[in-house]
């Protein structure tokens, strides 16, 4: 077994054709960044013969100082019947100047005979004179055998001859690819290991995860003698996408002592990933697997105790090492461990046998059974804390709210102006009675409740309601469900989050609405150092 393996990241390439995802150049260029500081040795940007956006990328790859990575180019052998130096798509390769080029050919004779609709001969002759060409411009080449794990299992020797026309033809690497995603590991390690014998010369792998196997398939690849992994960070690409190198690295490095990336970078992992999803628009799976939000998480009892106690005893690394954080969801199954390691956070001499820990366990379980959820909601939780071990003043209260519902049967109401709110709040002897249209009810209250208490607290102007969250908990009551919501806000540095629950949801929405506010301020008032 080898010391060390290549990563060959394709998000931009592969990843790019994923249901969803759209790059314009400059994510492309932002993403080039991300993944040469994270060290990975190559990162293939596009294919220049299929769209114009590539062919501008390539043409501002040099506002990208690399430190790390080579950038790789992508496309196809030369069509059937023609030159390979009057091929357009060959002649876009060269133009990209790129450090490695990739070209895949066919290695499957279901589409030799009915895709290319070719013979065997001329589809190897496309294989061979497009290497050859590229090799002639001194070109690092690396040949894709496109659908070979499914040609080989079809006609192992057709596979095996497709491999050989690339040698001939000068490439420096064979990517063995599955990509249909059908192959399963025991698969993958026969047929690696066979081409690796066969072949003196580098193999690369590249999996889909069409049945979910994609990482333990580019595992048992290396394992039987790849030096080189392909696949995407977050593990998006066409249909069910591709391998993910988020698992995969860690993986081979962390627990099989593969080298992947330098060590001193696999600490950036989960950062690195991160930033990509946030240009990708999308969100990172909660259960991604060392880099998700869960992947340290423990929220039964036994296993938090377990695991404040001892790390290994539930967690199978250090999340530190690739950059994530060890995280105790407060809930009804939460043992005092939890509470006390979340407490001692914002009162240090709080005593996990005291009473007030068991108070807000006690009181976390009636309310969970009530449907409230704690543990996406910190803020809310972190208030409950606080009035119980140090109670304050509440910065204001609520006297009545009125809600008013615009509906004309038959005609279209103006969604912007839908609802109005009127709310009337007290703040120590004062009183203020304000109000406010908005789109649909929640969003006329929480209008209505910014103006009133603005006017005392100007510091909540910079705090915006960023996300909304509705779930109906016991859907068999049909429209008498109680409803618990989920209100993020952001005062434009931090982000936080509350629940509220209740019978319906403009009531929900009070409760958190009310939380979110009183965080702001309670926050506040402890930076000045004037809680009341």
């Not at 080579?70 to 798509?89: H, L, P, V, W």
């Not at 696999?266 to 999803?277: D, F, N």
């Not at 319906?504 to 008032?525: F, G, H, I, N």
Request: glycine share 6%; hydrophobic share 40%.
């Amino acid at each position: 077994m080898q010391n060390s393996v290549a990563i060959f990241d394709t998000t931009l390439r592969d990843g790019a054709q994923g249901n969803g995802i759209s790059f314009s150049v400059d994510d492309k260029l932002s993403i080039v960044k991300i993944l040469d500081t994270l060290g990975v040795q190559y990162i293939e940007a596009g294919n220049p013969a299929s769209n114009p956006k590539d062919r501008e990328f390539f043409k501002r790859l040099n506002e990208v100082n690399l430190k790390n990575a080579k950038i790789a180019s992508f496309g196809s052998t030369r069509r059937k019947n023609t030159k390979a130096e009057e091929d357009e798509n060959l002649l876009s390769l060269l133009e990209c100047d790129t450090a490695c080029t990739v070209i895949f050919g066919k290695c499957w004779k279901l589409h030799v005979e009915s895709v290319l609709e070719t013979t065997e001969a001329e589809n190897l002759k496309m294989i061979e004179d497009s290497c050859a060409f590229l090799k002639s411009h001194n070109k690092d080449l690396i040949f894709d055998a496109e659908h070979f794990f499914d040609g080989y299992k079809d006609d192992k020797d057709f596979a095996l001859k497709a491999l050989e026309a690339a040698k001939r033809g000068g490439a420096d690497m064979l990517c063995l690819c599955d990509t249909n995603g059908a192959s399963f590991p025991n698969e993958v390690t026969e047929v690696v290991a066979e081409v690796v014998a066969q072949f003196d010369m580098p193999i690369a792998v590249h999996f889909h995860d069409d049945c979910g196997m994609a990482a333990a398939n580019s595992i048992n690849g290396v394992l039987a003698g790849a030096v080189q992994v392909q696949g995407t960070m977050l593990g998006f690409g066409e249909r069910c996408g591709n391998a993910n190198l988020s698992t995969i690295i860690p993986s081979l490095q962390l627990k099989m002592g593969i080298e992947c990336i330098s060590q001193n970078k696999i600490k950036l992992l989960t950062h690195c990933v991160k930033e990509i999803a946030a240009i990708a628009n999308i969100d990172v799976q909660d259960n991604l697997p060392f880099v998700g939000e869960n992947a340290f998480s423990h929220k039964a009892g036994m296993h938090a105790h377990g695991v404040i106690k001892n790390p290994h005893s539930f967690e199978h690394i250090d999340p530190y090492l690739v950059g994530n954080e060890r995280k105790f969801p407060t809930s009804e199954i939460s043992g005092k461990a939890v509470i006390f390691e979340k407490i001692k956070l914002l009162f240090s001499d709080v005593n996990i046998n005291s009473q007030e820990i068991l108070d807000i366990l006690e009181e976390i379980k009636v309310l969970e059974a009530k449907g409230y959820q704690f543990e996406g909601a910190d803020e809310s939780f972190e208030l409950l804390v606080q009035k119980k071990i140090k109670p304050f003043k509440p910065f204001f209260e609520l006297l009545y709210y009125h809600i008013y519902i615009d509906f004309l049967a038959d005609e279209i109401v103006n969604t912007s102006e839908s609802a109005s709110a009127t709310i009337k709040v007290k703040v120590g002897d004062e009183i203020r009675m304000v109000a406010a249209e908005g789109n649909g009810p929640v969003n006329a209250l929480d209008k209505a409740l910014r103006l009133a208490l603005e006017f005392f607290y100007p510091v909540l102007s910079n705090v915006k309601l960023t996300d909304y969250k509705v779930r109906v908990l016991e859907s068999k009551n049909a429209t008498a469900s109680g409803v618990r919501v989920l209100i993020s806000s952001s005062d434009g540095i931090n982000s936080f989050t509350t629940v509220g629950v209740a019978n319906d949801v403009v009531a929900a929405s009070w409760v958190a609405l009310k939380d979110s506010m009183e965080y702001t301020l309670l926050r506040t008032a402890a930076e000045d150092k004037c809680i009341p």
